[in-house]
């Protein structure tokens, strides 16, 4: 299981102001690798080990193939290990089908339902959101594009790190 550290939401919802390597130490769970996400206030933690069943609203399961995340911290050589060792027993992630609107509209709708009733794109609580930048800024092959939009299973487009206001 890989695990995803979201600072904005330990810090501004929790109060937790750990260090991420630290709040994982003390709740016990170990892990391969670990890779720090600046652009997205993350650390993203690789086959992880005694995860506790309750875990804080702010760690939450990190469902990436790490071959997909080749330059966000990952090396081709760390990733296929992380690869590798999660072939041995854990569920390997699928590969993740990024998702951009085709046309404005369709990109209002998308944030309508998504953005406009997330708590992380709420501006009055200074808890900004950088996904939509970085969609309008970068190309959806770019490695800076946005992995939190993609097809669901499901087949429909859904942002992983919506969270209802």
């Not at 970068?138 to 209802?164: L, M, N, S």
Request: charged share 30%; with cysteine.
């Amino acid at each position: 299981m890989h695990l995803r550290f979201d600072y904005m939401t330990a810090t501004l919802d929790c109060n937790e102001g750990r260090h991420a390597q630290e709040v994982m130490r003390d709740l016990g769970i170990t892990y391969q690798h670990s890779t720090p996400q600046s652009i997205g206030d993350q650390f993203w933690f690789w086959n992880c080990e005694n995860v506790p069943e309750q875990l804080p609203k702010y760690i939450t399961e990190l469902q990436v193939n790490p071959m997909e995340c080749i330059g966000w911290g990952l090396s081709k050589e760390d990733a296929e290990k992380i690869r590798d060792r999660a072939g041995k027993g854990d569920k390997i992630m699928p590969t993740i089908e990024k998702y951009r609107p085709s046309n404005g509209t369709e990109g209002e709708i998308f944030m309508q339902e998504f953005c406009d009733s997330c708590i992380h794109g709420d501006p009055g609580n200074e808890k900004i959101c950088t996904i939509v930048d970085r969609t309008l800024w970068h190309d959806i092959d770019d490695k800076e594009y946005p992995i939190e939009w993609r097809y669901g299973e499901d087949g429909q487009p859904t942002c992983t790190k919506f969270k209802q206001k």
